[in-house]
Nanobody, 115 residues
Framework: VQLVESGGGLVQPGGSLRLSCVGS????????MSWYRQAPGKEREWVASIMSVGNVRKHADSVQGRFTISRDNAKNTVYLQMISLKVEDTAVYYC?????????WGQGTQVIVSS
């Protein structure tokens, strides 16, 4: 049972990245999926969520209009498309699978936005 993130890296301000998170060992399609991030010296913060049904999705105000969460249940994958990246988006990005009291975290992928 695990989540594995990928797609992080170094990008210039204004650039784009797409993060991926692949789940295995559980019924991915049944779980709500979220992205969180943690910047150096700061608390982990919620970024976006997508529900297991209905394609309902929500984004934090700080990323609204720039980040988009999506999922492909056939590939057991959740994505975070990030455009117009800012220096303040620099963080380790984590995905989380959650359903009622159950939750599973990935190991994180580093995103650095710098010129």
């Amino acid at each position: 049972v695990q989540l594995v993130e990928s797609g992080g890296g170094l990008v210039q301000p204004g650039g784009s990245l797409r993060l991926s998170c692949v789940g295995s060992g559980f019924r991915f399609s049944h779980f709500h999926m979220s992205w969180y991030r943690q910047a150096p010296g700061k608390e982990r913060e919620w970024v976006a969520s997508i529900m297991s049904v209905g394609n309902v999705r929500k984004h934090a105000d700080s990323v609204q209009g720039r980040f988009t969460i999506s999922r492909d249940n056939a590939k057991n994958t959740v994505y975070l498309q990030m455009i117009s990246l800012k220096v303040e988006d620099t963080a380790v990005y984590y995905c989380k699978a959650h359903l009622q009291e159950s939750e599973l975290w990935g190991q994180g992928t580093q995103v650095i936005v710098s010129s």
